[in-house]
Each structure stands twice: as C-alpha cells, then as structure tokens.
T-cell receptor
C-alpha cells in the first residue's frame, strides 16, 4: 500500500530537548516536504527536498533542520524545541509534475 | 508569492443539497491543482488533481473545475451527506519549484 509514515504520532517534550520526527515513503518519490499546521494560519511549508542530498527552506524554516540521505526518508529535527513549535506536523511526498501528493497522518507535538 | 484564498471559510448545509466551494490563487504558473479533504486531527486525503491543461475532473459526487487564466477553481459536491463533513483544502503546485501552496480551507458541516 502506498503510504507516507510519520513517527511518532504524538509527542510531548520539554523546551530545549532535541527531538526527531521521522518520515518515510514507499513510493520512490523524489519530492518530500514538511508542513506545520496551526489554527488560523493553515499549512505552511517548513523544508522541502527535491531529491537525495538536495534540501531547501520553505516558508517557516527557523528552528528546524532536515536531512535527505536516502530517497525514502526525510526526518525533521528540532535541535532545541521551543513552545512556539507546538503544532501539528505533516510530511508529504510526490513525484513531481502533475502527480498526486501523499500525506502522512500527522505528528502532534507539544513543547512545554 | 502565491496567495491562495478559499471562500467561504465555513459552511453548514442540510443533507442532500448540492454545494460549491471556491478557491482563488494569484499566480497562474501552476503544474496542477489538488483538492484535499482533512478530518479533524487527521492527515490530508487527496480528492482530485486537475492538471493545468485540464478544465475539470470528476470522481463520484465530486467535480472540480479549473480556470487557470483567471486563477480560480471550484469543488462541486452533489447530494451532500453527513460523511462529507470535513475541511476541504485547495492546493496549487507551482511550476517554478514544484512547491504545493495551501489555502486555509473551507470547514464544511452537513446537517443530518
């Protein structure tokens, strides 16, 4: 089954404690991205990757890092989480140019 | 910068009615436009993808149209059902960088 898998689904952490949210897709898609979704602000892109070892900033990259060492995985790293990063995070992938985008089920992160 | 606007922000209609959700975008240099459905706290499910060369796409009770030159798309839902209650998101995919930009969505409530 074609899917994008994020882990964990829920996470509560404390300010400053490094964390990683994993994302994996099984469709051999080149393009992967991370979004955060906040009430009243909609979905905003954090980072994206057009292929292995190619990453670029989205609209709200501050406080986040990503890596793309393999095509299937695109982890989101918060080196020093802060309360303003409390949000619902989504990973997505597509193969580019007129293809459907697939989304993970989301990770609800709370930073206290 | 692409701006995507969805009107109305929220809509409640009785079961059985036909309805139209509107989406407008400022930059017509798009590969395609997708309509997604999101249930509360859940991930996004792609409903329809319209390529930039197409005028409309249909899937069951759903019909999406695209007028790229005027920067408009509509999602038509026929014979609405309570199970259609969700947030519907419009998302054009940009030519320039293959980036998908989201509107803030229309929150639809179908009254039984």
């Amino acid at each position: 089954e074609a899917q994008v898998t994020q882990n964990p689904r829920y996470l509560i952490t404390v300010t400053g404690k490094k964390l990683t949210v994993t994302c994996s897709q099984n469709m051999n898609h080149e393009y992967m991205s991370w979004y955060r979704q906040d009430p009243g602000l909609g979905l905003r892109q954090i980072y994206y990757s057009m292929n292995v070892e190619v990453t670029d900033k989205g609209d709200v990259p501050e406080g986040y890092k990503v890596s793309r060492k393999e095509k299937r995985n695109f982890p989101l790293i918060l080196e020093s989480p802060s309360p303003n990063q409390t949000s619902l995070y989504f990973c997505a992938s597509h193969t580019g140019m007129n293809t459907e985008a697939f989304f993970g089920q989301g990770t609800r992160l709370t930073v206290v | 910068k692409q701006e995507v606007t969805q009107i109305p922000a929220a809509l409640s209609v009785p079961e059985g009615e036909n309805l139209v959700l509107n989406c407008s975008f400022t930059d017509s240099a798009i590969y395609n436009l997708q309509w997604f459905r999101q249930d509360p706290g859940k991930g996004l499910t792609s409903l329809l993808l319209i390529q930039s060369s197409q005028r409309e796409q249909t899937s069951g009770r759903l019909n999406a149209s695209l007028d790229k030159s005027s920067g408009r798309s509509t999602l038509y839902i026929a014979a609405s059902q309570p199970g259609d209650s969700a947030t519907y998101l419009c998302a054009p995919d940009m030519n320039r960088d293959d980036k998908i930009i989201f509107g803030k969505g229309t929150r639809l409530h179908i009254l039984p």
